[in-house]
């Protein structure tokens, strides 16, 4: 895997926490996907198609689960991140229904302005006023959910052409499979993905490469070491923040494109799925430890699992949130044996 | 300034509301020196160092730096930096989530990007440099303490650091780590950087240091050169001797040949790093565990009632062998502990003075079985008369009262339960000499009433009028035993200094007395 070891890890060192955790997570998605696609064959899981599925469905939440990282790697949480993606999709539908001269282009405007004003109040509460994130988001997500059913109780769909012609847009890939009636079929990605591993790329880059990336881990590991090191600790906070509310705008708009309309009840329980996908993914709750590659591959496997539970016949609604609960267990474990060792 | 000179700082004062933490101070550093700076609890070492590094602001005094025309102005820890002041603080200050090369470079880079190859080859260089054995690459919490100091050392040269603060930085290292240390220091003491060398340990700063400046209670005491302060005169000027031969006012020194010592532990261990020791306690005997600040006196007593995790050795409780793991053990077989610290292990500020004394006697009794309201008030009442604790009311939340009327609080908590050997740790310390006085006397008549006591000061005075019998620390190991008529201070101070077992002691061996 290349994107390990580019910081030139000698050989025989020990790991870094951030690998170790990493590694797990693909190892872990990988088998689960591999048998499943043995196992279930004969119910399309070896079809590429199911495999882009599983990014059709997610790109939104994988954009905002990257968000949602940077500010658990930074030290802190938003919740206010399901109610934030409601909230733009009932104000970009109203704005793309409504409004004369709307575009794809203004409600993508439209939804990255309601992120990053999110982002700058939240941020600077948290960072300047040293209030607990937990607390200033959870204020964040009900006033998110208020201010959607302000503008619009109703369940609308979006009728623009501009914006629905982006949204019905397929990728078509050259690889694909034969369908019953033997004709092959090419296997297709929404635009949605596209924007999202674009920002997976540019995220990991980031987080590895960039002086801001490097001062999350910093502050995030340890606060005072941070502060002693040189680095301003607040404006990382903030921009951690500024951040996290930018991407939940950008993913509010590839949710958006995916399910086009709005609706105060959309993206329930994002935030949490947004948490566990980052948790699976190797990024610690403490903070100072994370990956975005895992986040993105932690999302995948949270659907996944959703997909496999289908597959196997349990079809009662609570399997994958149970699934999902053993999987999240192991893992917090994991995390607290890593940080228990390094007490001792 | 003089040839040769750092940085020189006069007449620096700081106050604190209520206290006055330094008094006037001077202190030089040269180039090319190690510079002991000792003192005792609250002599004001650490209020220097936040002074000059910017931490705290001073009140008075000014701070010259050779090669800057004008005093300094010194506002934050950056700027101390900025100007070659560096610290290494005990809990070090470097991010264990990250490497050791980003813990060399972070925060002193003005581009956005990070140069992985650049950073690791300079850090690779500078490691090798100075022989500090780590690896650039690997993350600093896979690092030994040892390894995270010299890092931190690293970074500081790697800045141009003139004058380097090193704040207690051997208490968690072990003997070659060390020396691996000292040989570090020796090296940048050869490139003429200035070293400023805080610690507990006396050997360590006679192996090293070239200088030492002693502060008590705010005050500066003196410069001296190492070689014009033997250790005893080091430690006389560090506690102070205006009150000697304040002794014949304790205890007699009596035989308990017959009696069962209360307590009796041998080549007892504890995780915090003590030497194993023997001890025994008499009923009706007031023993002390006496040293210097960080010599293990309160270790001593944690292992007794397992407050810190035993590692080793023999407990006998009025004769029975015993496995004392956790303190509500000790609790059970008549022990009693008032700990150091009373704000973090003792009070519960929020709480009434009644709940607080009723506390241990609670936990004794189980949860599920609470004392009524009048019960609890009873046994409250009793013990604010008898120590008249001064408190509006028993409903009162123990944290509005004054230091000293908590420090009964917690007292009473303890008698409450009848221990047949009570600890008492720094129970004086932060209160008025009145409530001092009184404390003492009810520790000899509780004595005179047959318990076992054992009692921790910082004024070796108190300790000599109260005990019967010292227990001399030095480095986390005892050193020697001082009783009856051989109790003074100079005998205290020498035992300290020189770790020679009186002919009445029961020392362990111990040869390390330079």
């Excluded at chain 1, 990282?69 to 938003?78: F, L, R, Y």
């Excluded at chain 2, 006055?20 to 650490?46: C, P, Q, W, Y």
């Excluded at chain 2, 602001?57 to 930096?81: C, F, T």
């Excluded at chain 2, 480095?475 to 035992?495: A, H, I, P, W, Y």
């Amino acid at each position: 895997m290349s994107f390990i070891g580019k910081d030139g890890r000698a050989r025989g060192e020990p790991m870094s926490d951030t690998t170790f955790l990493l590694i797990i997570t693909v190892v872990i998605f990988l088998a689960m996907y591999v048998s499943a696609a043995i196992l279930f064959s004969g119910k399309g899981f070896a079809k590429p198609q199911m495999f882009f599925n599983l990014l059709n469905e997610n790109a939104a939440l994988i954009i905002i689960s990257c968000g949602l990282s940077i500010v658990m790697i930074a030290g802190g949480i938003d919740i206010s991140v399901g109610g934030m993606t409601a909230l733009i999709s009932v104000a970009c539908v109203v704005h793309l229904n409504d409004m004369e001269g709307s575009g794809f282009l203004t409600s993508l405007l439209l939804a990255l302005g309601i992120g990053l004003a999110f982002g700058l109040l939240q941020g600077y509460l948290v960072a300047y006023l040293d209030i607990q994130p937990f607390i200033v988001t959870l204020a964040g997500m009900f006033f998110a959910r208020g201010q959607a059913a302000m503008i619009e109780t109703q369940t609308r769909t979006v009728a623009n052409e501009s914006f629905s012609a982006l949204a019905q847009a397929r990728i078509r890939l050259p690889i694909g499979s034969m369908n019953n009636n033997g004709v092959f079929v090419q296997a297709y990605m929404e635009l949605g993905v596209i924007i999202a591993l674009v920002t997976v790329a540019a995220l990991f880059v980031t987080l590895r490469w960039t002086t801001f990336g490097r001062s999350l881990y910093a502050v995030g590991g340890n606060k005072q070491s941070a502060l002693m090191l040189g680095i301003n600790v607040k404006r990382t906070k903030f921009l951690s923040h500024v951040l996290c509310g930018l991407l939940t705008g950008l993913g509010g708009f590839v949710f958006l494109l995916h399910v086009r309309s709005g609706a105060v009840t959309h993206a329930a329980g994002y935030e949490m799925d947004a948490i566990a996908a980052s948790i699976i993914g190797g990024t610690m709750l403490t903070g100072g430890v994370g990956n975005i590659f895992g986040t993105f591959i932690g999302v995948l496997t949270k659907g996944a699992i959703g997909n496999i539970v289908r597959a196997m016949g349990l079809v009662g609604s609570w399997w994958p949130g149970i699934t999902l609960a053993a999987m999240l267990c192991f893992f917090l474990i994991l995390q607290s044996v890593i940080t228990s060792r390094k007490r001792a | 300034m003089g040839a040769g000179i750092l940085l020189t700082m006069r007449g620096v004062s700081k106050s604190f509301p209520g206290v006055r933490a330094l008094k006037g101070v001077d202190f030089t550093l040269r180039e090319g020196e190690i510079h002991a700076l000792m003192g005792e609890n609250g002599a004001g070492k650490s209020t220097l160092i936040k002074v000059l590094t910017g931490v705290y602001s001073k009140d008075a005094g000014e701070i010259r730096l050779a090669g800057h025309p004008r005093a300094l102005n010194v506002r934050s820890p950056r700027e101390a930096q900025d100007l070659g002041i560096s610290t290494v603080y005990q809990e070090i200050g470097l991010c264990p989530n990250l490497t050791v090369a980003e813990n060399m470079f972070m925060g002193r880079s003005k581009s956005p990007f990070l140069n992985w190859r650049e950073i690791n080859g300079k850090t690779a260089r500078i490691l090798g440099e100075l022989g500090i054995p780590a690896k650039p690459e690997r993350q600093l919490a896979n690092c030994s303490l040892a390894v995270r100091q010299m890092v931190a050392i690293a970074r500081a040269v790697d800045m141009n650091c003139r004058a380097l603060i090193l704040d207690e930085p051997t208490s968690s290292l072990d003997e070659s780590e060390v020396e691996g240390l000292f040989a570090l220091m020796g090296d940048l003491r050869a490139r003429g950087v200035g070293i400023v060398f805080v610690t507990h340990f006396l050997d360590q700063v006679y192996r090293v240091c070239d200088r030492i400046t002693v502060l008590r209670n705010g005050d500066l005491v003196g410069e001296y050169p190492l070689a014009e302060l033997p250790r005893l005169a080091l430690i006389e000027k560090m506690m102070g001797k205006e009150l000697q031969e304040l002794s014949g006012v304790h205890a007699e020194a009596r035989d308990y040949g017959g009696l069962t010592p209360v307590v009796e532990v041998e080549g007892l261990r504890s995780d915090q790093g003590i030497a194993p020791f023997d001890f025994r306690n008499y009923p009706g005997e007031v023993t002390g565990f006496t040293g210097l600040l960080g010599s293990g006196r309160s270790e001593c007593v944690r292992a007794i009632f397992g407050a810190d995790k035993v590692t080793g050795g023999r407990v006998r409780v009025k004769g029975k062998a015993a496995r004392i793991t956790k303190p509500l053990e000790a609790m059970r077989l008549g022990m009693a502990y008032l700990p150091e610290d009373r704000a973090r292990d003792g009070i519960v500020s929020d709480l009434s003075v009644r709940d607080n004394i009723i506390l241990a006697l609670q936990v004794m009794k189980g949860f599920f079985r609470p004392f009524t309201r009048k019960k609890a008030t009873e046994l409250a009442e009793g013990f604010i008369g008898l120590l008249s604790v001064k408190a509006a009311s028993l409903d009162t939340p123990v944290g509005t009262l004054s230091g000293g009327n908590q420090q009964k609080v917690i007292l009473a908590r303890w008698l409450l339960t009848k221990p047949d050997y009570l600890i008492l740790d720094e129970p004086t310390r932060g209160i008025d000499v009145g409530t001092k006085t009184e404390i003492q006397k009810l520790i000899v008549r509780l004595a005179a009433e047959g318990m076992g006591v054992t009692f921790i000061s910082s004024e070796i005075e108190e300790m000599l009028r109260t005990c019967s019998r010292l227990i001399v620390l030095r480095d986390r190991k005892v050193v020697g035993t001082v009783s009856g008529s051989e109790l003074t201070q100079d005998n205290v101070m020498r035992t300290i200094a020189e770790g020679s077992a009186s002919p009445a002691g029961a020392a362990p061996p111990d040869g390390s007395a330079a």
